[in-house]
């Protein structure tokens, strides 16, 4: 089955980058719609950014845009997400998901729904102290 995995979280201080990378373990990955998301304990997980199959669309929530930037290097089988001006309520732990999707329109897909992706990673820690 595909495998998420997640690295480069850590520590920061508040104007602080960081990136975060997704490695899928799979050779599906460049069939995938990726996403991000971000949970804080007590909270619900939201959606933060996501990118379709050939990296040619991306969204991001309202929050982040301008700061975070998507992208993807599908013959690494890695998504990024890169963070600049980091704030305080960024901090949480931050996963990334996929979802296969075939076809032309497929090309282009992307969703900002927990619901549509069919794989996840176990997460890494953001931690931005002000």
């Known amino acids: 089955q595909v495998q998420l995995v997640e690295s480069g979280g850590g520590s920061v201080q508040a104007g602080d980058s960081l990136r975060l990378a997704c490695t899928s373990s799979?050779?599906?990955?460049?069939?995938?719609?990726m996403g991000w998301f971000r949970q804080v304990p007590g909270k619900e997980r939201e959606f933060v950014a996501a990118?379709?199959?050939?990296?040619?669309?991306?969204s991001y929530t309202d929050s982040v845009k301008g700061r975070f930037t998507i992208s993807r290097e599908n013959a690494k089988n890695t998504v990024y997400l890169q963070m600049s001006s980091l704030k305080a309520e960024d901090t949480a732990v931050y996963y990334c998901?996929?979802?296969?999707?075939?076809?032309?329109?497929?090309?282009?897909?992307?969703?900002?729904?927990?619901?549509?992706?069919?794989?996840w990673g176990q997460g890494t820690q953001v931690t931005v102290s002000s």
């Open positions: 990118i379709s199959r050939s990296g040619t669309v991306t």
């Open positions: 998901a996929g979802k296969v999707v075939g076809g032309l329109y497929g090309m282009i897909y992307l969703s900002e729904s927990e619901s549509a992706y069919d794989y």
């Open positions: 799979g050779r599906t990955f460049s069939t995938a719609t």
